[in-house]
């Protein structure tokens, strides 16, 4: 995982009032639960006292309390009740329980991967597409892929294999050419990819190299680090995924569906669960074909042959280097 990244790790709906739900994210057993007001408050899936997990307790009184012998905890982690001890006896700060830096925007969940930061400004922004704002609605599928999380986003990095795996859906047309993609990467945008694919009349491809992003059409791809990707498939309608780590070996598929079309209530809640249904459908493509890849996880020197349509990739990779090492630097 990158170090000192907001990851998007669950959706809203997910963590319900009054009930504490416990996932497993960037390799640890977690609780999420929301307190009095609604806030969403992180931490570590196991009580201080002896070991027990506190998403399978209740939330009292806006604390997550301990199933095994009441102990109950605040968003901040502090214990604030030890029941055996007696209501009113001071709670010690041994009895702390690790929270996690959490926030919610946008429907997600994020989290923070990194020693917490002292202060709201010590933190960068959430991560998100400025284009997708409120006039948007949404509906999300999960689906649960057996790899790393870097393997789910070059796979949707990856304008190279749609005459393939998708060769019966979004890859109709045999167009095995791959021109360029022009791709750029910034810290405004993220990663941008145009895709010019085109069927094999004999042409030569144009190298990303010699061929500058299109000024006169939008990207289609865009990726945001650590891990969000947007597909824009017009003004109005966008697919998002979340990549969510589950572990090393294992990822969670947020698979959005955000669009503008269709803006009457119960109209919208029909539009948009069909929408991410027909993202699993695609998806469940692309699922048994990467997850054979090997290693799971993928680094900038690794023993792959990449081609100039790997450009994408390619920069992905060299960008989560430079930020894993840059954090690392700093810490
Ligand atoms: S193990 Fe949690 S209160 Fe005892
Ligand atoms: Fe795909």
């Known amino acids: 995982m990158i170090p000192d990244q907001w990851y998007a790790v669950l959706t809203s709906d997910e963590v319900r009032p009054g009930k504490p739900v416990g996932a497993t994210r ?4 977690l609780v999420f639960w929301r307190d009095e007001q609604g806030r969403i408050a992180c931490a570590a899936d196991c009580c201080p006292h002896r070991g027990v997990a506190l998403s ?11 199933p095994f012998h009441g102990f109950r905890f605040d968003s901040s982690g502090r214990c604030v009740e030890i ?15 690790r929270a996690l830096p959490v926030r919610e925007a ?19 922004p959430l991560p998100w597409f400025e284009d997708i704002d409120e006039s948007f609605s949404f509906g999300v599928a999960r689906r649960r892929w057996k790899t790393h999380y870097s393997r789910a986003i070059e796979n949707q990095l990856d304008v190279v294999h749609l005459p393939f795996v998708h060769r019966r859906s979004i890859g109709r047309g045999n167009k095995r050419i791959v021109n360029g993609p022009p791709t750029t990467l910034d810290d405004v945008h993220g990663l941008r990819v145009w895709v010019e694919n085109a069927v094999d009349q004999g042409q030569t491809p144009k190298k990303p ?11 289609q791809l865009r990726f945001l680090f650590p891990n969000l ?18 572990d090393g070996e294992n990822t969670l598929m947020y698979l959005g569906f955000f669009q503008r079309f269709m803006r009457t209530p119960v109209l919208r809640g029909a539009v948009n669960w069909l929408g ?12 048994p074909v990467v997850e054979t890849q090997r290693p799971f996880r993928t680094d900038l020197k690794m023993d792959e042959k990449l081609i100039p349509g ?18 690392q630097t700093k810490g």
């Open 26 to 29: 960037l390799g640890e057993k």
């Open 56 to 66: 399978a307790g209740e939330v009292v009184g806006g604390a997550v309390a301990c």
């Open 83 to 97: 029941p055996a001890n007696g209501a009113s006896a001071p709670v010690p700060k041994v009895f702390q329980a």
């Open 106 to 124: 946008h429907g997600f969940i994020y989290i923070w991967n990194g020693t917490p930061r002292a202060g709201e400004a010590g933190y960068p």
């Open 209 to 219: 190299g010699d061929y500058p992003a299109p000024p006169d059409r939008p990207h």
């Open 229 to 246: 990707w947007e597909n824009r498939i017009s003004d109005d309608l966008r697919i998002l995924v979340a990549f969510a780590p589950i």
């Open 276 to 287: 991410a249904r027909s993202n699993t459908f695609v998806a469940g493509e692309d699922q």
């Open 310 to 327: 790997d450009a994408p990739i390619i920069l992905y990779r060299r960008r989560r280097r430079e930020l894993i090492d840059a954090a």
